[in-house]
């Protein structure tokens, strides 16, 4: 474990000085060495690390072995109706949130040590009004929290006392706070919700220490502004874009990874011509200032509701005989992508799902060929993927050992509906909407891609009625782990796909992503399931 | 999609669904005491010009949520289910419009007393079981039907009596909305009765059960065979899993039934139910 002494407080060293020196505290600080080079016994950001890929190195739980896992603790979620986070444990505490609530709990045995609730707000709107909330970020004796009415907190690690406070929207104006903050450079960098209610996306950073804002990104320009000429119409002024999931980082090239969200009203592009920018992007952002360096757009112009909110994965390989930086999605709009994340240039991009009727490829300009007739109607109009996407937020993951990616992928069409629709403060601002279309079920598939090719490797179908929303974790066991359709969760092998093990969490719909952790020499792997945190370990 | 499925699979029903949706049973099944006397109330209110105002209301307003057809989407519940819209009385519901629901994503909206009333009238018309209607048509002759030359009963039980292929319809009125009930009958492929797929299995050690599913997931699979006996297997018991494409529910009924047989029928299916 790697720290600096000077982090130490009193108690600390003179703790230390009668103990072993090997003793790790729980609540012992987390450096910034820690986050750049994580040791995978904590899991201390959203994705793991800053690279998104969801990869741990922990290898203990094996394919020759899984069948000996088995469910070690559950924590029941005080007050959870759907929990959709990641845990994040840092040296044997767990942090898991709920709505407006953190709790911190022995890593090992799931017992509760501290809670920080607060109620929740009658006039908050959209996913954060739920509660929703997919985790927290740590950083020297500090946990960061969003409250649903998007305000960034912190909390002392040792016992949840609030340190500071810091509003980063009003949540009068439509904002929310849903997302778990990520840590770069000594900045708390958070985003928002409010991507259906007309907010102005925008994403901060403050500094650890005070709580000071030290920079702001607006996802959508000012009217005037360079950008703003990709909206013709009224609506730029609460065009959306939100920033609610957890972007990547890399330290190499100092920039920060951001996906950006729909534009507003969602289904509806009449009084929003133009490519709406920097809506369904991924930003390429200098954490020291918030400056843009490059963007890259998916969806230009959606109608369709299809955020790039889904993880931006960021991967060092030899493409097509050269080595390069890259960036890998699976976007909601059915095509994976892969960008140099040096220049934001396309390199390659391929569907991931047969039923796709929007757009017929994505052009050498990297922008989609969209076919006719594909737009919502105020009549309906049916076209796939469904409003829920080819995926969606929960992870997908990346293993350097197979090169493969992996995603939930889903196999499904809706009927789009549109009405001219004006902002009105404290409403969403969607313009209509979408519904199944009756009589076809939609399907999930766990799809293992190529990176080079983007082409199906092998998939493993998800039986069931693809209402689950959980991700994917993936081990330097060569095992894939996830959530799936039925609140299985679920060990396959990495390199075939075939099932190894499964655990009925008894969740009815599962919405979350797995993750792995190890506390004195033994691997657990954790899913909030339902309303309940499950964490599995090998019988001894 | 026509945004409107439900009430035009209600009008294709000739005038009747106008009349049901007047002519509520006051003695409400199931609902509790102090309810009845707002659902009498209230039933006076749900003229169909404001069910139709109400069904364009909830296209610009809920629609994102709800979906379209209230039924329900990825970002919130169907309006055919739920304590509130089953069981509460018209105020309950215009409150939950006016004030949002606490703990979840239900906002409050800004309407006029007018347009939610038009609102509650269209989700009434979207979740109202049928039990709870008077349905035009007679019932004995529907029962007549039913367990003779309709042969719904060769599938299908009522409180004991008939076979156990297809869903005991035993609480169907109080379950179903008329146009749940109607659809399933006419489209058996869009009703929610669907998951009663024809299946059949073979078993590792060669034995094939065909039947019908009533479960499965990744790992495994329960099933009644054609003997009516429930079978339950992990899939490594199992070789093969052949499912049939639809339900088991022959599509034909809308050719073999005339309109008054089929209302019969309605009527009295929709007066099913299994509370006291």
Redesign the interface.
Known sequence: MKRNAQDFRLMTVLSLLVLSAAVVFADGPISEQDLLEPDWKSWLTYSGDYSGRRHSALNQIQPGNVHKLAARWIFPVPGANRLVGTPIVAHGLMYVTSRNSVFALDARTGREVWRFSRPMLPDVIGDARNGINRGVAVFGHKVFFETHDAHLLALHASNGSLLWEAEIGDHREGYGGTMAPLIVKNKVIAGISGGDEGVRGLLDAYDVDTGKRLWRFWTIPAPGEPGSETWKGNAITHGCGATWLTGTFDPGLNTLYWPTGNPCPDFYGGDRLGDNLYTDSILALDPDTGKLKWHYQFTPHDTHDWDATEIPVLVDATFHGQPRKLLAQANRNGFFYVLDRVTGKLLLAEPFIKKLTWASRIGPDGRPQVLPDTDPTPEGKKSCPSVVGGTNWFSPSYSPSTGLFYVIAMEECSNYVSSVQGYQKGRGFEGTGASDVPGEAGQKFLRAIELHTGKLRWEYPLIGTAQSWAGTLSTAGGLIFLGDDNGYCVAVDAKSGKALWHFNTGAARLSASPMTYSVGGRQFVTLAAGTNIVTFGLME | ???F?TLTTFSGNGNSWRVALLLFIFCVLAVPHHLRAQRRQASQSYDPKEVEAGSRRF??HC???H???G?G???GPSLTRGLIVNRGSDEEVAGVIRL?A?????????LVDSEIKQLVAFIRSLRTPAAYLVVAGDRSLGKELFFGKGRCSNCHMIRGQGALLGPDLSNVGGDRTLAEIRQSILSP??SEG?KYKGVTVVTVQGEKIAGTLRN????SLQMMDAQGNLRFFSSAELREVALGAKSVMPEDYGKLLSEAELRNLLAFLGSQTVAE
């Open positions: 999609m026509n945004p499925r296209v610009e629609a994102v949520c979906g379209i057809d039924r989407s990825a970002r949002g606490p703990n979840s994503a239900m906002p409050p909206f800004a492929a869009l669907a499965r997931d990744n790992f």
